[in-house]
Protein backbone atom coordinates (compact mmCIF):
# COMPACT_ATOMS: atom_id res chain seq x y z
CA UNK A 1 0.00 0.00 0.00
CA UNK A 2 1.29 3.32 -1.06
CA UNK A 3 1.35 5.25 2.21
CA UNK A 4 -1.16 8.22 2.63
CA UNK A 5 1.07 10.48 4.74
CA UNK A 6 4.32 10.83 5.00
CA UNK A 7 4.23 11.80 8.42
CA UNK A 8 1.21 11.12 11.11
CA UNK A 9 1.92 12.75 15.02
CA UNK A 10 0.72 12.02 17.72
CA UNK A 11 0.83 14.27 20.78
CA UNK A 12 -0.56 16.88 23.05
CA UNK A 13 -2.96 19.37 21.68
CA UNK A 14 -2.01 22.55 23.12
CA UNK A 15 -1.93 26.42 22.49
CA UNK A 16 0.77 28.55 23.55
CA UNK A 17 -0.03 31.74 24.82
CA UNK A 18 3.57 33.53 24.69
CA UNK A 19 4.51 36.60 26.86
CA UNK A 20 8.18 37.99 27.28
CA UNK A 21 9.75 37.95 30.52
CA UNK A 22 13.15 39.01 32.35
CA UNK A 23 14.91 36.14 33.93
CA UNK A 24 13.89 37.92 37.57
CA UNK A 25 10.74 37.23 36.18
CA UNK A 26 11.60 33.25 36.30
CA UNK A 27 13.35 33.18 39.38
CA UNK A 28 10.56 34.45 41.61
CA UNK A 29 8.03 32.39 39.75
CA UNK A 30 10.67 29.06 40.58
CA UNK A 31 10.43 28.03 36.81
CA UNK A 32 13.96 26.07 35.73
CA UNK A 33 14.72 27.83 32.33
CA UNK A 34 14.04 26.04 29.56
CA UNK A 35 12.49 23.43 30.39
CA UNK A 36 8.48 22.20 30.38
CA UNK A 37 6.74 21.84 33.45
CA UNK A 38 3.09 20.70 34.42
CA UNK A 39 1.18 22.77 36.04
CA UNK A 40 -2.60 22.67 37.64
CA UNK A 41 -5.66 24.85 36.76
CA UNK A 42 -4.54 27.55 39.89
CA UNK A 43 -1.35 28.02 39.37
CA UNK A 44 -2.09 28.57 35.72
CA UNK A 45 -4.29 31.09 36.74
CA UNK A 46 -1.91 32.91 39.02
CA UNK A 47 0.98 32.59 36.17
CA UNK A 48 -1.42 34.17 33.57
CA UNK A 49 -2.32 37.08 35.91
CA UNK A 50 1.34 37.44 36.39
CA UNK A 51 3.17 37.64 33.14
CA UNK A 52 2.66 40.53 30.27
CA UNK A 53 0.63 40.70 27.50
CA UNK A 54 0.57 37.93 25.62
CA UNK A 55 -0.44 36.04 22.08
CA UNK A 56 -1.75 32.82 21.77
CA UNK A 57 -0.76 30.62 18.92
CA UNK A 58 -1.37 27.09 18.27
CA UNK A 59 1.76 24.61 19.80
CA UNK A 60 2.23 21.16 21.58
CA UNK A 61 5.68 19.67 19.98
CA UNK A 62 4.17 16.89 17.26
CA UNK A 63 1.59 18.96 16.56
CA UNK A 64 4.37 21.69 15.40
CA UNK A 65 6.45 18.78 13.58
CA UNK A 66 3.64 17.93 11.15
CA UNK A 67 2.72 21.77 10.38
CA UNK A 68 6.47 22.21 8.99
CA UNK A 69 5.89 18.37 7.22
CA UNK A 70 2.82 20.20 5.86
CA UNK A 71 4.71 23.29 5.14
CA UNK A 72 7.48 21.64 3.16
CA UNK A 73 5.00 19.74 1.02
CA UNK A 74 4.47 16.79 2.93
CA UNK A 75 1.01 15.32 3.62
CA UNK A 76 0.85 15.11 7.25
CA UNK A 77 -2.08 13.94 10.05
CA UNK A 78 -2.15 14.63 13.87
CA UNK A 79 -3.88 12.76 16.85
CA UNK A 80 -4.82 14.78 19.39
CA UNK A 81 -7.42 15.73 21.80
CA UNK A 82 -9.19 18.82 22.54
CA UNK A 83 -11.81 20.66 23.98
CA UNK A 84 -15.13 22.55 21.94
CA UNK A 85 -13.91 25.69 23.34
CA UNK A 86 -12.34 28.81 21.83
CA UNK A 87 -8.50 27.31 22.16
CA UNK A 88 -10.35 23.95 20.62
CA UNK A 89 -11.41 25.59 18.14
CA UNK A 90 -8.42 27.82 17.73
CA UNK A 91 -6.24 24.47 17.51
CA UNK A 92 -8.40 22.94 14.81
CA UNK A 93 -8.63 25.88 12.54
CA UNK A 94 -4.79 26.14 12.73
CA UNK A 95 -3.58 22.95 12.04
CA UNK A 96 -6.19 22.44 9.55
CA UNK A 97 -5.58 25.43 8.10
CA UNK A 98 -1.84 24.52 7.80
CA UNK A 99 -3.15 21.68 5.36
CA UNK A 100 -2.60 18.58 8.36
CA UNK A 101 -5.71 16.04 8.45
CA UNK A 102 -7.29 16.25 12.15
CA UNK A 103 -10.25 14.03 12.17
CA UNK A 104 -11.00 13.83 16.04
CA UNK A 105 -14.09 15.54 17.44
CA UNK A 106 -13.40 18.13 20.14
CA UNK A 107 -14.68 16.31 23.33
CA UNK A 108 -17.79 18.52 24.69
CA UNK A 109 -17.47 17.98 28.77
CA UNK A 110 -14.43 17.94 30.36
CA UNK A 111 -11.38 19.91 31.11
CA UNK A 112 -10.59 22.77 28.77
CA UNK A 113 -8.41 23.00 25.72
CA UNK A 114 -4.60 22.32 27.06
CA UNK A 115 -2.47 25.66 26.90
CA UNK A 116 1.24 26.17 27.50
CA UNK A 117 1.92 29.79 29.18
CA UNK A 118 5.61 30.49 27.69
CA UNK A 119 7.75 33.01 29.12
CA UNK A 120 10.62 34.15 26.38
CA UNK A 121 13.60 35.81 27.61
CA UNK A 122 15.84 38.55 26.27
CA UNK A 123 18.08 35.91 24.99
CA UNK A 124 15.20 34.04 23.44
CA UNK A 125 14.85 30.95 25.25
CA UNK A 126 11.32 29.73 26.28
CA UNK A 127 10.26 28.25 29.54
CA UNK A 128 6.85 26.53 29.18
CA UNK A 129 4.42 25.78 31.60
CA UNK A 130 1.88 23.41 30.61
CA UNK A 131 -1.94 22.79 31.56
CA UNK A 132 -2.65 19.31 30.10
CA UNK A 133 -6.50 19.59 29.91
CA UNK A 134 -8.63 18.00 27.43
CA UNK A 135 -5.11 16.59 26.53
CA UNK A 136 -4.64 13.98 29.29
CA UNK A 137 -7.58 12.45 28.06
CA UNK A 138 -5.61 10.73 24.59
CA UNK A 139 -5.89 7.01 24.73
CA UNK A 140 -5.35 3.71 22.38
CA UNK A 141 -8.70 4.56 21.60
CA UNK A 142 -7.92 7.56 19.67
CA UNK A 143 -5.73 5.43 17.58
CA UNK A 144 -6.90 4.55 14.22
CA UNK A 145 -5.32 1.45 12.58
CA UNK A 146 -5.98 2.44 9.13
CA UNK A 147 -4.71 5.93 9.94
CA UNK A 148 -1.44 5.47 11.55
CA UNK A 149 -1.03 1.96 8.96
CA UNK A 150 -1.05 4.64 6.39
CA UNK A 151 1.57 7.22 7.60
CA UNK A 152 5.39 6.35 6.00
CA UNK A 153 6.36 7.35 9.43
CA UNK A 154 4.57 8.09 13.16
CA UNK A 155 6.14 10.74 14.85
CA UNK A 156 5.57 10.25 18.77
CA UNK A 157 6.48 12.86 21.57
CA UNK A 158 7.88 11.47 24.98
CA UNK A 159 5.58 14.26 26.70
CA UNK A 160 2.51 11.65 25.87
CA UNK A 161 4.02 9.45 28.98
CA UNK A 162 2.52 12.42 30.88
CA UNK A 163 -0.95 12.00 30.27
CA UNK A 164 -2.70 8.72 32.32
CA UNK A 165 -3.47 7.07 29.25
CA UNK A 166 -1.25 8.38 26.27
CA UNK A 167 1.38 5.74 27.04
CA UNK A 168 -1.11 2.91 25.32
CA UNK A 169 -1.97 5.34 22.85
CA UNK A 170 2.00 5.53 22.06
CA UNK A 171 2.42 1.46 22.50
CA UNK A 172 -0.27 1.07 20.00
CA UNK A 173 0.34 3.13 16.89
CA UNK A 174 4.04 1.84 17.08
CA UNK A 175 2.60 -1.94 17.26
CA UNK A 176 0.22 -0.91 14.18
CA UNK A 177 3.29 1.05 12.23
CA UNK A 178 5.40 -2.09 12.38
CA UNK A 179 3.33 -4.57 11.41
CA UNK A 180 2.69 -2.33 8.19
CA UNK A 181 6.35 -1.90 7.65
CA UNK A 182 6.16 1.77 8.43
CA UNK A 183 8.63 3.52 11.09
CA UNK A 184 8.29 4.67 14.33
CA UNK A 185 10.00 7.78 15.47
CA UNK A 186 10.48 9.45 19.24
CA UNK A 187 11.93 12.59 20.13
CA UNK A 188 12.74 12.87 24.14
CA UNK A 189 10.82 16.43 24.11
CA UNK A 190 12.28 17.58 27.42
CA UNK A 191 15.10 16.86 29.79
CA UNK A 192 13.16 16.81 32.90
CA UNK A 193 10.96 14.79 31.09
CA UNK A 194 13.67 12.23 30.07
CA UNK A 195 14.19 11.93 33.92
CA UNK A 196 10.75 10.99 34.53
CA UNK A 197 10.49 8.14 32.19
CA UNK A 198 14.47 7.42 31.74
CA UNK A 199 14.10 3.64 31.52
CA UNK A 200 10.87 3.17 29.62
CA UNK A 201 12.44 5.35 26.90
CA UNK A 202 15.68 3.52 27.15
CA UNK A 203 13.82 0.46 27.00
CA UNK A 204 11.98 1.62 23.60
CA UNK A 205 14.96 2.51 21.97
CA UNK A 206 16.81 -0.68 23.06
CA UNK A 207 14.55 -2.87 22.21
CA UNK A 208 13.84 -1.51 18.42
CA UNK A 209 10.02 0.26 19.10
CA UNK A 210 12.04 3.51 18.19
CA UNK A 211 13.52 3.51 14.71
CA UNK A 212 14.32 7.22 14.45
CA UNK A 213 14.80 9.28 17.61
CA UNK A 214 15.05 12.93 18.21
CA UNK A 215 16.63 14.40 20.97
CA UNK A 216 18.73 17.54 21.93
CA UNK A 217 21.89 17.71 23.74
CA UNK A 218 20.50 18.14 27.36
CA UNK A 219 18.11 15.40 26.62
CA UNK A 220 21.17 13.02 25.55
CA UNK A 221 23.04 13.51 28.81
CA UNK A 222 19.88 12.96 30.94
CA UNK A 223 18.74 9.70 29.26
CA UNK A 224 23.02 8.58 29.80
CA UNK A 225 22.94 10.33 32.87
CA UNK A 226 26.15 11.96 32.01
CA UNK A 227 27.34 15.14 31.70
CA UNK A 228 29.76 14.10 29.30
CA UNK A 229 28.07 14.33 25.07
CA UNK A 230 30.61 12.45 23.49
CA UNK A 231 29.65 9.46 25.99
CA UNK A 232 26.25 9.57 25.77
CA UNK A 233 26.71 10.13 22.04
CA UNK A 234 28.74 6.85 22.08
CA UNK A 235 26.17 5.27 24.29
CA UNK A 236 23.24 6.16 22.11
CA UNK A 237 25.39 4.87 19.04
CA UNK A 238 25.56 1.42 20.22
CA UNK A 239 21.75 1.70 21.08
CA UNK A 240 19.66 3.77 18.85
CA UNK A 241 18.72 2.56 15.26
CA UNK A 242 19.46 6.11 13.77
CA UNK A 243 19.34 8.90 15.41
CA UNK A 244 19.12 13.22 15.61
CA UNK A 245 21.09 15.07 17.94
CA UNK A 246 20.15 18.82 17.48
CA UNK A 247 23.10 21.22 19.16
CA UNK A 248 21.53 24.54 18.74
CA UNK A 249 24.18 26.55 17.20
CA UNK A 250 26.25 24.04 17.23
CA UNK A 251 23.80 22.13 14.34
CA UNK A 252 23.28 18.28 14.77
CA UNK A 253 24.45 15.22 14.38
CA UNK A 254 22.95 12.02 12.22
CA UNK A 255 23.80 9.20 14.47
CA UNK A 256 23.87 5.54 12.90
CA UNK A 257 25.70 2.44 13.85
CA UNK A 258 28.56 3.33 11.29
CA UNK A 259 29.14 6.55 11.17
CA UNK A 260 28.32 9.99 13.28
CA UNK A 261 27.79 13.18 10.61
CA UNK A 262 27.97 16.57 11.87
CA UNK A 263 25.25 18.92 10.20
CA UNK A 264 25.94 23.10 10.60
CA UNK A 265 23.59 25.29 11.92
CA UNK A 266 21.02 28.12 9.41
CA UNK A 267 23.16 31.42 10.59
CA UNK A 268 19.71 33.23 12.43
CA UNK A 269 20.53 37.08 12.86
CA UNK A 270 18.19 37.57 15.85
CA UNK A 271 17.37 34.61 17.76
CA UNK A 272 13.56 35.71 18.61
CA UNK A 273 11.89 33.26 20.38
CA UNK A 274 13.14 29.40 20.21
CA UNK A 275 10.19 27.59 20.98
CA UNK A 276 9.58 25.42 18.34
CA UNK A 277 13.12 24.66 17.37
CA UNK A 278 13.37 21.21 17.99
CA UNK A 279 10.09 20.56 16.79
CA UNK A 280 10.35 22.16 13.05
CA UNK A 281 14.11 20.54 12.89
CA UNK A 282 12.51 17.34 13.55
CA UNK A 283 9.85 18.24 10.73
CA UNK A 284 12.78 19.15 8.02
CA UNK A 285 14.13 15.67 9.00
CA UNK A 286 10.86 13.85 8.57
CA UNK A 287 10.06 15.49 5.62
CA UNK A 288 13.17 14.40 4.35
CA UNK A 289 13.51 10.81 5.50
CA UNK A 290 9.55 9.75 4.32
CA UNK A 291 10.74 11.24 0.94
CA UNK A 292 14.00 8.65 1.18
CA UNK A 293 16.65 11.78 0.84
CA UNK A 294 20.32 10.93 2.19
CA UNK A 295 20.12 11.63 5.88
CA UNK A 296 22.45 14.76 5.55
CA UNK A 297 20.43 16.44 3.13
CA UNK A 298 16.86 16.01 5.09
CA UNK A 299 18.80 17.39 8.57
CA UNK A 300 20.10 20.30 6.28
CA UNK A 301 16.23 20.41 5.86
CA UNK A 302 15.52 20.29 9.92
CA UNK A 303 18.57 23.02 10.60
CA UNK A 304 16.47 25.38 7.58
CA UNK A 305 13.15 24.82 9.37
CA UNK A 306 14.69 25.72 13.16
CA UNK A 307 16.12 28.78 11.56
CA UNK A 308 13.14 29.95 10.14
CA UNK A 309 11.00 29.17 13.11
CA UNK A 310 13.39 31.03 16.22
CA UNK A 311 13.49 34.17 13.60
CA UNK A 312 10.00 34.53 15.14
CA UNK A 313 7.65 34.66 18.25
CA UNK A 314 5.83 31.48 17.95
CA UNK A 315 6.63 27.43 17.10
CA UNK A 316 4.77 27.48 13.67
CA UNK A 317 6.97 28.16 10.73
CA UNK A 318 6.12 32.11 9.37
CA UNK A 319 6.97 31.34 5.69
CA UNK A 320 6.36 28.39 3.85
CA UNK A 321 8.93 25.81 4.46
CA UNK A 322 8.74 24.89 0.66
CA UNK A 323 9.62 28.02 -0.98
CA UNK A 324 12.37 28.43 1.43
CA UNK A 325 14.07 25.13 0.85
CA UNK A 326 13.47 25.96 -2.61
CA UNK A 327 15.53 29.30 -2.38
CA UNK A 328 18.47 27.46 -1.12
CA UNK A 329 18.32 25.30 -3.34
CA UNK A 330 17.55 22.21 -0.41
CA UNK A 331 14.34 20.76 -2.81
CA UNK B 1 -6.16 69.15 39.64
CA UNK B 2 -3.16 67.24 38.45
CA UNK B 3 -3.95 64.68 35.54
CA UNK B 4 -4.38 61.36 36.88
CA UNK B 5 -3.72 60.00 32.98
CA UNK B 6 -1.77 60.87 29.99
CA UNK B 7 -4.45 59.62 27.75
CA UNK B 8 -7.64 57.78 28.32
CA UNK B 9 -8.51 56.13 24.89
CA UNK B 10 -12.34 54.81 24.09
CA UNK B 11 -12.81 52.00 21.53
CA UNK B 12 -13.80 48.97 20.18
CA UNK B 13 -12.43 46.37 22.15
CA UNK B 14 -11.08 43.67 19.98
CA UNK B 15 -8.56 40.63 19.48
CA UNK B 16 -7.54 40.17 16.25
CA UNK B 17 -6.90 36.31 14.44
CA UNK B 18 -4.28 37.71 12.30
CA UNK B 19 -2.83 35.20 9.05
CA UNK B 20 -0.80 35.32 6.06
CA UNK B 21 -2.55 35.28 3.11
CA UNK B 22 -1.49 36.40 -1.23
CA UNK B 23 -3.53 38.89 -2.57
CA UNK B 24 -5.77 36.55 -4.69
CA UNK B 25 -7.36 35.76 -1.44
CA UNK B 26 -8.43 38.80 -0.73
CA UNK B 27 -9.94 39.65 -4.46
CA UNK B 28 -11.56 35.88 -3.99
CA UNK B 29 -13.52 36.99 -0.73
CA UNK B 30 -14.01 40.82 -2.28
CA UNK B 31 -12.18 42.48 0.41
CA UNK B 32 -10.51 45.99 -0.06
CA UNK B 33 -7.03 45.59 0.74
CA UNK B 34 -5.94 47.92 3.32
CA UNK B 35 -9.54 48.78 4.73
CA UNK B 36 -11.59 47.93 8.04
CA UNK B 37 -14.72 46.10 6.70
CA UNK B 38 -17.39 45.43 9.40
CA UNK B 39 -19.06 42.06 9.35
CA UNK B 40 -21.72 39.58 10.48
CA UNK B 41 -21.40 36.06 12.32
CA UNK B 42 -21.99 34.39 9.03
CA UNK B 43 -19.42 35.99 7.23
CA UNK B 44 -16.47 35.39 10.24
CA UNK B 45 -17.16 32.46 10.30
CA UNK B 46 -16.56 31.71 6.56
CA UNK B 47 -13.80 34.15 6.66
CA UNK B 48 -11.84 31.88 9.15
CA UNK B 49 -13.07 28.57 7.64
CA UNK B 50 -11.07 30.25 4.23
CA UNK B 51 -7.75 31.74 6.23
CA UNK B 52 -4.82 29.87 7.27
CA UNK B 53 -3.26 29.43 10.32
CA UNK B 54 -3.80 32.21 12.50
CA UNK B 55 -2.60 34.14 16.21
CA UNK B 56 -4.40 35.62 18.41
CA UNK B 57 -3.62 38.78 19.76
CA UNK B 58 -5.28 41.42 21.73
CA UNK B 59 -5.74 44.65 19.20
CA UNK B 60 -9.10 47.48 18.86
CA UNK B 61 -7.57 50.86 17.34
CA UNK B 62 -7.65 53.21 20.51
CA UNK B 63 -6.31 50.02 22.67
CA UNK B 64 -3.60 49.62 20.71
CA UNK B 65 -2.57 53.39 21.08
CA UNK B 66 -3.21 53.76 24.90
CA UNK B 67 -1.05 50.30 25.25
CA UNK B 68 1.76 52.39 22.91
CA UNK B 69 1.27 55.46 25.53
CA UNK B 70 2.10 53.03 28.67
CA UNK B 71 4.71 51.63 26.90
CA UNK B 72 6.58 54.68 26.22
CA UNK B 73 5.89 54.87 30.26
CA UNK B 74 3.06 57.21 30.39
CA UNK B 75 -0.16 56.48 32.30
CA UNK B 76 -3.16 55.24 30.39
CA UNK B 77 -6.89 54.28 30.61
CA UNK B 78 -9.42 52.45 28.57
CA UNK B 79 -13.07 52.51 28.01
CA UNK B 80 -14.47 49.26 25.82
CA UNK B 81 -16.43 46.46 26.24
CA UNK B 82 -16.21 42.99 26.03
CA UNK B 83 -17.76 39.93 27.08
CA UNK B 84 -16.69 37.20 29.91
CA UNK B 85 -15.66 34.88 27.14
CA UNK B 86 -12.15 33.41 26.29
CA UNK B 87 -11.03 35.92 23.65
CA UNK B 88 -12.96 38.82 26.65
CA UNK B 89 -10.40 37.11 29.28
CA UNK B 90 -7.67 37.98 26.52
CA UNK B 91 -8.19 41.17 25.98
CA UNK B 92 -8.02 42.35 29.47
CA UNK B 93 -5.43 39.99 30.56
CA UNK B 94 -3.28 41.76 27.94
CA UNK B 95 -4.17 45.61 28.35
CA UNK B 96 -4.00 45.39 32.33
CA UNK B 97 -0.85 43.74 31.46
CA UNK B 98 0.23 46.02 29.88
CA UNK B 99 -0.27 48.11 32.73
CA UNK B 100 -3.28 50.21 31.24
CA UNK B 101 -6.23 50.74 33.60
CA UNK B 102 -9.04 49.12 32.40
CA UNK B 103 -11.81 48.92 35.33
CA UNK B 104 -14.89 47.99 32.81
CA UNK B 105 -16.69 44.28 34.12
CA UNK B 106 -17.15 41.96 30.98
CA UNK B 107 -20.82 41.78 29.93
CA UNK B 108 -22.33 38.19 30.75
CA UNK B 109 -24.88 37.82 28.22
CA UNK B 110 -25.13 39.12 24.37
CA UNK B 111 -22.77 38.91 21.78
CA UNK B 112 -19.56 37.15 21.81
CA UNK B 113 -16.02 39.75 22.32
CA UNK B 114 -15.31 41.52 19.33
CA UNK B 115 -12.42 39.80 16.75
CA UNK B 116 -10.87 41.17 13.86
CA UNK B 117 -9.92 38.78 10.92
CA UNK B 118 -6.76 40.57 9.51
CA UNK B 119 -5.27 39.08 6.36
CA UNK B 120 -1.83 39.88 5.95
CA UNK B 121 -0.29 39.98 1.95
CA UNK B 122 3.14 39.13 1.45
CA UNK B 123 3.38 43.36 0.98
CA UNK B 124 3.28 43.52 5.19
CA UNK B 125 -0.13 45.98 3.92
CA UNK B 126 -3.15 44.32 6.42
CA UNK B 127 -6.89 44.40 5.27
CA UNK B 128 -9.24 44.22 8.08
CA UNK B 129 -12.68 42.51 8.77
CA UNK B 130 -13.80 42.79 12.00
CA UNK B 131 -17.17 41.05 13.62
CA UNK B 132 -17.85 43.96 16.77
CA UNK B 133 -20.15 41.77 18.82
CA UNK B 134 -19.80 42.91 22.58
CA UNK B 135 -18.49 46.49 21.42
CA UNK B 136 -21.58 47.21 20.20
CA UNK B 137 -23.00 47.94 23.46
CA UNK B 138 -20.37 50.71 24.20
CA UNK B 139 -22.88 53.86 24.98
CA UNK B 140 -22.66 56.89 27.33
CA UNK B 141 -23.55 54.88 30.74
CA UNK B 142 -19.67 53.60 30.39
CA UNK B 143 -18.38 56.94 30.19
CA UNK B 144 -17.46 58.02 33.92
CA UNK B 145 -16.82 61.88 34.54
CA UNK B 146 -14.05 61.62 37.08
CA UNK B 147 -12.30 59.15 35.16
CA UNK B 148 -12.61 61.44 31.81
CA UNK B 149 -12.01 64.75 33.68
CA UNK B 150 -8.48 63.04 35.48
CA UNK B 151 -7.00 62.18 31.52
CA UNK B 152 -5.29 64.91 29.97
CA UNK B 153 -6.30 63.55 26.67
CA UNK B 154 -9.29 61.91 26.05
CA UNK B 155 -8.82 59.63 22.89
CA UNK B 156 -11.70 58.62 20.11
CA UNK B 157 -11.43 56.60 17.25
CA UNK B 158 -13.62 57.03 14.59
CA UNK B 159 -14.81 53.26 14.01
CA UNK B 160 -16.85 54.84 17.37
CA UNK B 161 -19.55 56.31 14.67
CA UNK B 162 -20.08 52.71 13.87
CA UNK B 163 -21.72 50.80 16.89
CA UNK B 164 -25.12 52.06 17.76
CA UNK B 165 -24.82 54.14 20.71
CA UNK B 166 -21.14 54.52 21.09
CA UNK B 167 -21.46 58.02 19.25
CA UNK B 168 -23.03 59.26 22.66
CA UNK B 169 -20.12 57.65 24.35
CA UNK B 170 -17.95 59.75 22.04
CA UNK B 171 -19.98 63.13 22.77
CA UNK B 172 -20.07 62.98 26.03
CA UNK B 173 -16.77 62.16 26.79
CA UNK B 174 -15.88 64.96 24.41
CA UNK B 175 -17.78 67.48 26.89
CA UNK B 176 -16.47 65.92 29.88
CA UNK B 177 -13.37 66.49 28.68
CA UNK B 178 -13.37 70.08 28.07
CA UNK B 179 -15.35 70.85 30.99
CA UNK B 180 -12.08 69.98 32.54
CA UNK B 181 -9.69 71.66 30.50
CA UNK B 182 -8.24 68.67 28.68
CA UNK B 183 -7.72 68.16 25.06
CA UNK B 184 -9.97 65.71 22.84
CA UNK B 185 -8.05 63.71 19.85
CA UNK B 186 -9.65 61.89 17.34
CA UNK B 187 -8.62 59.48 15.05
CA UNK B 188 -10.53 59.05 11.51
CA UNK B 189 -9.81 55.09 11.43
CA UNK B 190 -10.37 54.19 8.34
CA UNK B 191 -11.23 55.57 4.98
CA UNK B 192 -14.04 54.08 4.49
CA UNK B 193 -15.14 54.95 7.84
CA UNK B 194 -14.43 58.53 6.76
CA UNK B 195 -16.51 58.02 3.81
CA UNK B 196 -19.32 56.45 6.00
CA UNK B 197 -19.59 60.00 8.40
CA UNK B 198 -17.57 62.40 6.17
CA UNK B 199 -20.42 65.25 7.64
CA UNK B 200 -19.89 64.53 11.22
CA UNK B 201 -15.87 64.25 11.12
CA UNK B 202 -16.02 67.36 9.51
CA UNK B 203 -18.43 69.28 11.70
CA UNK B 204 -16.45 67.74 14.80
CA UNK B 205 -12.99 69.02 13.61
CA UNK B 206 -14.58 72.36 12.96
CA UNK B 207 -16.76 73.03 15.61
CA UNK B 208 -13.47 72.83 17.69
CA UNK B 209 -14.78 69.55 19.62
CA UNK B 210 -11.50 68.19 18.02
CA UNK B 211 -8.33 69.72 19.51
CA UNK B 212 -6.03 66.98 18.17
CA UNK B 213 -6.71 65.14 14.58
CA UNK B 214 -4.71 61.82 13.23
CA UNK B 215 -5.39 60.73 9.91
CA UNK B 216 -3.60 58.93 7.29
CA UNK B 217 -3.21 60.31 3.56
CA UNK B 218 -5.91 58.39 2.44
CA UNK B 219 -8.37 59.12 5.08
CA UNK B 220 -7.74 62.98 4.89
CA UNK B 221 -8.52 62.47 1.11
CA UNK B 222 -11.34 60.78 1.59
CA UNK B 223 -12.88 63.51 4.52
CA UNK B 224 -11.58 66.71 2.08
CA UNK B 225 -13.26 64.72 -1.22
CA UNK B 226 -10.16 64.98 -3.15
CA UNK B 227 -7.19 62.96 -4.89
CA UNK B 228 -5.31 65.89 -4.58
CA UNK B 229 -2.97 65.31 -1.02
CA UNK B 230 -1.87 68.85 -0.96
CA UNK B 231 -5.33 70.54 -1.02
CA UNK B 232 -6.88 68.16 1.45
CA UNK B 233 -3.91 69.43 3.96
CA UNK B 234 -4.71 72.79 2.64
CA UNK B 235 -8.45 72.92 3.65
CA UNK B 236 -7.09 70.85 6.71
CA UNK B 237 -4.98 73.54 8.00
CA UNK B 238 -7.73 75.84 7.86
CA UNK B 239 -10.06 73.78 9.57
CA UNK B 240 -8.12 72.19 12.11
CA UNK B 241 -6.96 73.07 15.38
CA UNK B 242 -3.76 70.48 15.52
CA UNK B 243 -3.57 67.64 13.32
CA UNK B 244 -0.99 65.03 12.44
CA UNK B 245 -1.31 63.44 8.88
CA UNK B 246 1.09 60.30 8.92
CA UNK B 247 2.15 59.27 5.27
CA UNK B 248 4.01 55.66 5.46
CA UNK B 249 7.09 55.57 4.37
CA UNK B 250 7.24 59.41 3.44
CA UNK B 251 6.77 60.20 7.17
CA UNK B 252 4.47 62.52 8.97
CA UNK B 253 3.09 66.38 8.61
CA UNK B 254 2.26 68.07 11.71
CA UNK B 255 -0.30 70.68 10.76
CA UNK B 256 -1.09 73.91 12.60
CA UNK B 257 -2.35 77.48 11.75
CA UNK B 258 0.50 78.90 10.82
CA UNK B 259 3.40 75.91 10.15
CA UNK B 260 3.11 72.61 8.40
CA UNK B 261 6.04 71.03 9.60
CA UNK B 262 7.42 67.30 8.15
CA UNK B 263 8.74 64.46 10.25
CA UNK B 264 10.63 61.54 8.38
CA UNK B 265 9.92 58.13 8.79
CA UNK B 266 12.56 55.95 10.76
CA UNK B 267 14.16 53.37 8.40
CA UNK B 268 12.67 49.69 9.11
CA UNK B 269 14.60 46.68 7.54
CA UNK B 270 11.48 44.75 6.42
CA UNK B 271 7.62 45.65 6.44
CA UNK B 272 6.37 42.37 8.23
CA UNK B 273 2.91 43.53 8.79
CA UNK B 274 1.72 47.29 8.92
CA UNK B 275 -1.26 46.48 11.58
CA UNK B 276 -1.18 49.20 14.10
CA UNK B 277 0.97 51.41 12.28
CA UNK B 278 -1.34 54.26 12.57
CA UNK B 279 -2.37 53.37 16.07
CA UNK B 280 1.05 53.19 17.56
CA UNK B 281 2.09 56.74 15.34
CA UNK B 282 -0.33 58.68 17.48
CA UNK B 283 0.51 56.72 20.59
CA UNK B 284 4.12 58.52 20.39
CA UNK B 285 2.77 61.59 19.35
CA UNK B 286 0.08 61.86 21.97
CA UNK B 287 2.75 60.56 24.81
CA UNK B 288 5.10 63.75 24.01
CA UNK B 289 1.59 65.64 23.85
CA UNK B 290 0.69 64.71 27.25
CA UNK B 291 3.96 65.81 28.43
CA UNK B 292 4.01 69.24 26.54
CA UNK B 293 7.04 67.76 24.13
CA UNK B 294 7.16 69.93 21.31
CA UNK B 295 5.35 68.89 18.31
CA UNK B 296 8.35 67.82 16.09
CA UNK B 297 9.81 66.01 19.22
CA UNK B 298 6.03 64.19 19.75
CA UNK B 299 5.88 62.78 16.19
CA UNK B 300 9.42 61.23 16.12
CA UNK B 301 8.26 59.18 19.29
CA UNK B 302 4.98 58.36 16.55
CA UNK B 303 7.57 57.52 13.70
CA UNK B 304 9.70 55.03 16.41
CA UNK B 305 6.60 53.23 17.32
CA UNK B 306 5.07 52.98 14.04
CA UNK B 307 8.49 51.25 12.86
CA UNK B 308 8.70 49.46 15.68
CA UNK B 309 5.23 47.94 15.24
CA UNK B 310 5.20 47.29 11.43
CA UNK B 311 8.68 45.38 12.40
CA UNK B 312 6.35 42.14 13.57
CA UNK B 313 3.03 40.59 13.66
CA UNK B 314 0.78 42.52 15.43
CA UNK B 315 -0.31 45.51 16.58
CA UNK B 316 0.77 46.36 20.00
CA UNK B 317 4.79 46.86 20.71
CA UNK B 318 7.18 43.93 21.08
CA UNK B 319 9.48 45.43 23.36
CA UNK B 320 9.37 48.47 25.11
CA UNK B 321 9.25 51.79 23.34
CA UNK B 322 10.55 53.52 26.29
CA UNK B 323 13.73 51.94 26.19
CA UNK B 324 13.90 52.19 22.40
CA UNK B 325 13.06 55.75 22.44
CA UNK B 326 15.96 56.13 25.19
CA UNK B 327 18.48 54.39 22.70
CA UNK B 328 17.72 56.68 20.19
CA UNK B 329 17.97 59.71 22.17
CA UNK B 330 13.88 60.50 22.01
CA UNK B 331 13.86 60.27 25.81
Redesign the interface.
Known amino acids: MTPRYDVIGIGNAIVDVL??ADEDFLVYHGMAKGSMSLIDETRAEAI??A????????GGSAANTV?GVASFGGKAAFIGIVKN???GG?FM???R??GVGFAASPIKDGPATARSYILVTPDGERTMNTYLGAAQLLSAAEIEEDEVAAAKVTYLEGYLWDPRNAKDAFLKAAKIAHKASRAVSLTLSDAFCVDRYRDEFRGLIKDGTVDLLFANESELKSLYQTADFDTAAGVLQKEAKLAVVTRSEKGALVVTCDKIEAIDAFPVETVVDTTGAGDLFAAGFLYGFARDLPHTASARLGALAAAEVIS???A?P?RKLADLARERKLL
Open positions: ARYSMGPAIEISVDTLVHDIAAHLGRD
